[in-house]
């Protein structure tokens, strides 16, 4: 019993947590923090994070040492036309990539100290910081950063898109059948150009029409933008349906041999596209998509969307009206 004990307080001792107040107090942490710092610094946060940290030359000069002591620096912080020249020069010490939104601030030293910091509006340091040595609140936070960092985009990326204009292109997986529907519906509604559609089989033609999609491409018609569809036509498709679609000047074909015989997919604008794959097609009701959608990717990449053009215009052509 008595060494249970032991050990017990052993780790309370080590899993320790508190709040530094004072600026100068915060100040000198840090600069023991970095100083101390074996392989791996992790920072994130918003991007007035980057202008207090070139803003205060000890600190600057610590993450130097840092980097000749062979340290890695990961920073994920929000790369905006006001930081970017502050984050060119930290490129030279430390790997920075860009996330939208991000607030607040945290730390992670190697893997065993966790620090969480404030800014004010302004963004200077606020008075304050949390720092914990607490195994599960690091574990916990390092699983974050490593989550962030795999989404974040890097600094050259980043500031090309700011210099340049460029697009930024992603390709999204989305497993919520709701969320899939309502950016499907979200993507009708914003159309200005063109709506191609390839649905996989007559039923899911049919979910869709029960869920509303004929009153958004009747609002897109209206709009001017050039509609076409391939459906694998049944009698009710063919009798009804059909002509519905032609009176609103849509267009309309048969997709009985379709070789995406398990997959819907939606191309907007020739810019972007969404397509997903059918899981169970026995149900015709709307209210059994979440039974019926499996799996959709949703992307603004180039070479996917005319990959999905291309074969939308070919099997358009082999097809009769």
Not at 117 to 135: F, N, R, T
Request: aromatic residues 6%; contains cysteine; charged residues 30%.
């Amino acid at each position: 019993m008595p060494n249970s004990t032991s050990s017990k307080d052993s780790i309370v001792s080590t899993d320790k947590t508190e709040v530094i107040y004072g600026a100068e107090n915060v100040v000198n942490h840090t600069l023991h923090l970095i100083s101390t710092t074996k392989k791996t610094l992790d920072l994130c946060g918003e991007s007035a994070g980057v202008s207090v940290i070139l803003a205060n030359e000890p600190i600057v000069k610590k993450y130097v040492e840092a980097k000749d002591r062979g340290v890695r620096v990961r920073h994920i912080t929000e790369i905006t036309k006001e930081n970017m020249r502050d984050c060119r020069k930290l490129m030279s010490l430390m790997e920075i990539r860009h996330l939208d939104g991000l607030k607040g601030y945290l730390v992670i030293e190697d893997e065993e100290i966790f620090v969480s910091q404030a800014y004010e509006d302004k963004g200077k340091w606020l008075p304050h910081m949390v720092i914990s040595s607490a195994s599960v609140l690091v574990e916990q936070q390092q699983y974050f950063f490593e989550l962030l960092w795999s989404k974040a985009i890097p600094a050259k990326q980043r500031i090309r898109e700011i210099e340049e204009g460029a697009k930024r292109e992603f390709v999204e997986t989305i497993r919520d059948p709701y969320e899939i529907q309502k950016l499907g519906f979200d993507l009708i509604k914003a159309a200005e150009v063109e709506i191609l559609i390839i649905f996989s089989t007559a039923n899911a033609f049919h979910r869709q029409i029960k869920a509303g999609v004929l009153q958004l491409l009747k609002e897109a018609a209206v709009r001017g933008v050039k509609i076409r569809m391939l459906v694998p036509m049944d009698r009710e498709i063919r009798n009804e349906i059909s002509k519905q679609l032609q009176d609103l000047g849509i267009d309309i074909r048969d997709n009985k041999k379709s070789l995406l015989a398990k997959i819907t997919t939606l191309v907007v604008d020739n810019a972007i596209s969404l397509t997903v794959e059918l899981k169970d097609d026995s149900k015709k009701r709307f209210e059994d998509e979440d039974e019926t959608i499996g799996l959709a990717t949703y992307s603004n990449s180039d070479s996917i969307v005319l990959t999905y053009i291309s074969i939308f215009e070919n099997m358009w052509l082999q097809k009769e009206i």
